[in-house]
């Protein structure tokens, strides 16, 4: 049965599911269990490290050096300072961003050690950078990430010492090139005490904490963040992306050993990524939250076990709506393809003759329409044009969602007339196969939305009355929601550049809507449409006609 409030509340439910899967947790108070991570008090940390921007060299380097060696031995931790000069390039990077170029520069990794039971066993480290971009005070990036780290190490020596050492590596120059990660893995004996690593990191203000990388043959380190991490964020699609990608982190130079690795940041309100205006103030609490409830997980788990995570075949994993983490190896990834495929082979056996080709154009309308429209109306915003084009368009990206949010559901308004019926999906499963074959990790994006949607289509048959309307009901709000996840993460990646690839996401929510929308006349989905895409466009011409953010770095403004 299908009825328009059903249709409703699916939506209702898709939404807030989708807004649950994407917010972090509010902080907890200073007022929290010693044994706890609380934001509250890592603020405490960030107010101090961020109170004004601190490059590489200069006096406010020194004073947040000076800070962190102090809680590092307060907390009962070996200091060590390490140092090493800065290369003429790097010298050249920050001649470019403060104007005048400088003769000489030290860089000083902090560095704490914080012995174990087992002083022979490797140790755990963990890693965030303590220098900022010129004109910033990094609120975020990287001051986030340090301060996570001493409240994670405090509540950890609460439970006295652990088995493993605990080694603290707050590197220099990390906006510089990398430059403290590359001189300690490169020369540092601590660097062959090591056996896991997690790095922290932030591209923006605010938003959830994800796995974004790990090191190569990853089953075993999953594994371990699955069983430790209460609510995990991340997906081994993103894993992918990432290292095609041509981004860095301190984690890069680490990888040349053989740690098991893990990559941590948030990158919501991305506009705030190296920006005058990333303040203790404006940063997200409950990103800190979460960044430090997963290191903290994470930490313990690692530095109490009796072996480190070894190299093991690689696992698809995401986090389903940042409730849990699923993982599976890849031969699990081919039965459930197989299983989805044979419930989208029912739905379509399901369907009046010939009306496989309605559903084929239906999809193709979605992926290659929608695709060219969410194009259009991107470079109608302005992308592609302006000297501070890069941060501007980072500003905007809560716009840009809005807008490719309206272009795809106007993309849907005028496919699901065409759908036939019952649901199937050829091209979601030629392409799920196709992904499995060629990067079997990132299959799951396409793989689970179309199994939801087989389970919908073969029930809407088999199983009809109350019980199977709600069913299908339910269902369709976790797949839409997943999609809204999956969308969001695309947009603030690389949604400024390329939002044309959550036409697929779009093209993926036909086969599970399209046998619980009710008939709707064309001209109706058309209307609806066109004013979805008006809306868009009116989105767009704002973002294009808005002045320069004024979040955009110092260092690009002087130059804009």
């Known amino acids: 049965m299908r009825s328009w409030l059903g249709i409703i509340a699916t939506f209702v439910g898709a939404f807030a599911l989708a807004i649950v899967a994407t917010t972090p947790q509010p902080p907890a108070p200073s007022s929290a269990a010693a044994g706890q991570f609380s934001a509250t008090r890592a603020m405490e940390h960030v107010r101090v490290i961020a109170s004004a921007p601190h490059p590489t060299g200069s006096a406010e380097n020194a004073r947040v050096r000076a800070y962190l060696a102090g809680q590092i031995s307060a907390m009962g931790g070996e200091v060590i300072l390490e140092q090493a000069p800065v290369p003429a390039a790097s010298l050249d990077r920050y001649g470019k961003w403060s104007g005048t170029r400088p003769e000489a520069l030290t860089l000083t990794n902090v560095i704490g050690v914080f012995p174990g039971t087992d002083r022979s066993a490797k140790a755990v480290a963990l890693m965030a950078h303590h220098d900022t971009v010129y004109g910033s005070p990094g609120a975020s990036d990287d001051s986030a990430g340090v301060a996570a780290i001493l409240e994670a190490v405090r509540a950890i020596r609460e439970n006295g010492q652990t088995r493993r050492d605990v080694i603290v590596l707050l590197t220099d120059g990390e906006e510089l090139g990398l430059l403290g990660a590359k001189h300690f893995f490169a020369n ?51 894993t992918f992306i990432y290292e095609i990608l041509p981004n860095d982190t301190d984690l890069t130079p680490a990888l040349e050993r053989d740690y098991s690795a893990y990559n941590l940041s948030f990158i919501g309100r991305p506009g705030l990524y190296h920006s005058p205006k990333a303040t203790p103030d404006a940063l997200d609490q409950g990103a800190l939250q979460d960044m430090g409830d997963q290191t903290l997980a994470l930490t313990r788990a690692l530095a109490n076990a009796e072996t480190l995570p070894a190299q093991a075949p690689d696992r698809t994993f995401f986090d389903f709506l940042g409730l849990f983490l699923i993982h599976y190896g890849t031969a699990a990834g081919w ?52 000297e501070n084009q890069y941060y501007d368009r980072l500003a905007a990206i809560p716009m840009l969602e809005v807008q490719a949010l309206l272009i795809c559901v106007a993309a849907l308004a005028l496919a699901l007339p065409l759908w036939a019926g019952r649901g199937g999906s050829v091209v979601g499963i030629l392409i799920a196969l196709g992904m499995q074959v060629v990067a079997p990790t990132t299959s799951f994006l396409v793989v689970w939305p179309l199994l939801m949607a087989g389970v919908i289509g073969v029930s809407s048959r088999y199983l009809p009355g109350k019980g199977g309307a709600a069913l299908r ?41 399209g046998p619980l929308v009710p008939e709707v006349k064309a001209k109706r989905a058309t209307l609806a449409a066109g004013l979805c895409v008006l809306a868009a466009l009116a989105i767009a011409l704002v973002v294009r006609f808005d002045p320069v953010a004024d979040t955009v770095p110092v260092y690009r403004s002087m130059k804009g």
């Not at 969001?488 to 044309?500: E, I, K, R, T, W």
Request: proline share 4%; net charge neutral.
């Open 335 to 386: 039965v459930l393809l197989g299983i989805t495929a044979l419930l989208h082979g029912l739905c379509l056996h399901a369907n009046p003759p010939g009306k496989w080709w309605s559903g084929l154009a239906a999809g193709g309308a979605v992926m290659i329409g929608g695709g060219a429209a969410l194009y259009a109306a991107n470079v109608v915003s302005g992308a592609g044009s302006g």
């Open 473 to 513: 009901l339910v269902l369709a709000a976790a797949a839409l929601a997943m999609l809204l996840q999956f969308g969001h993460m695309f947009m603030q990646g690389v949604g400024a550049d390329l939002p044309s690839v959550v036409a697929l996401l779009a093209a993926l929510a036909i086969p599970v809507l």
């Open 188 to 238: 540092s004996p601590l660097a062959d005490r090591v056996g896991s690593i997690i790095n922290l990191e932030a591209r923006g203000g605010g938003g959830r904490t994800t796995l974004f990388q790990t090191s190569a043959d990853n089953g075993e380190a999953i594994q371990r963040y699955a069983a430790a991490v209460g609510r995990p964020g991340g997906s081994s699609l993103a």
